[in-house]
T-cell receptor, first 116, second 113 residues
Framework: DTAVSQTPKYLVTQMGNDKSIKCEQN?????MYWYKQDSKKFLKIMFS???????INETVPNRFSPKSPDKAHLNLHINSLELGDSAVYFC???????????????FGSGTRLTVV | DAKTTQPNSMESNEEEPVHLPCNHS???????IHWYRQLPSQGPEYVIH???SNVNNRMASLAIAEDRKSSTLILHRATLRDAAVYYC??????????????FGQGTTLQVKP
């Protein structure tokens, strides 16, 4: 039983297309996150939702829009894809962002996005 | 956000202990010290965390200096499967803060057979 699952695992698409990545967690956690790992392996937080409410919105182009239909799901939609969007995108969840650091994050296995 | 400093890379022999250091001289009283690792082609994985006291779990031990300005992740018997990038992260969770995990460059651990 996968705790944090992302689909698809691989995504190859052309510049200018619109694509979505889906994430689901079955841990009963309140908070979910999207991270981007670029070609230099640097992991950067993009967004976070707590029980469907946006709590973190880093400096990310408007072409990226997260959506959380319920606390178990956090999807990432990307419009007008660019070459620079090629990266591995990781979804994660945690008990609750107010947990005072006593719980860890659980990450998914990633979605490798390649824009050609 | 308080920052951490880790060596870029370390090597270890299989079945020997590994001590991965982390400096965090600007740590605040509300910062938890978290360690994660990322195996090749996988997402980051939680390893251990602590506040002031040393911590042990099935994966590793965390030794925290008395002044909390440094910590060491200890793998008691390295295996080839422990080859990964290890991240030391401070998580600030005082009131009003989201306590987000901010990843640095980490330490790439190589384990030799």
């Amino acid at each position: 039983d996968t705790a944090v699952s992302q689909t698809p695992k691989y995504l190859v698409t052309q510049m200018g297309n619109d694509k979505s990545i889906k994430c689901e967690q079955n841990l009963g956690h309140d908070t979910m996150y999207w991270y981007k790992q670029d070609s230099k392996k640097f992991l950067k937080i993009m967004f976070s939702y707590n029980n469907k409410e946006l709590i973190i919105n880093e400096t990310v182009p408007n072409r990226f829009s997260p959506k959380s239909p319920d606390k178990a799901h956090l999807n990432l939609h990307i419009n007008s894809l660019e070459l620079g969007d090629s990266a591995v995108y990781f979804c994660a969840s945690s008990q609750n962002f107010r947990d005072r650091g006593i719980y860890g994050y659980t990450f998914g296995s990633g979605t490798r996005l390649t824009v050609v | 956000d308080a920052k951490t400093t880790q060596p870029n890379s370390m090597e270890s022999n299989e079945e020997e202990p590994v001590h991965l250091p982390c400096n965090h001289s600007t740590i605040s009283g509300t910062d938890y010290i978290h360690w994660y690792r990322q195996l090749p082609s996988q997402g980051p994985e939680y390893v251990i965390h602590g506040l002031t006291s040393n911590v042990n779990n099935r994966m590793a031990s965390l030794a925290i200096a008395e002044d909390r300005k440094s910590s060491t992740l200890i793998l008691h018997r390295a295996t080839l499967r422990d080859a990964a990038v290890y991240y030391c992260i401070l998580r600030d969770v005082k009131s009003g803060n989201t306590g987000k995990l901010i990843f640095g460059q980490g330490t790439t651990l190589q384990v030799k057979p």
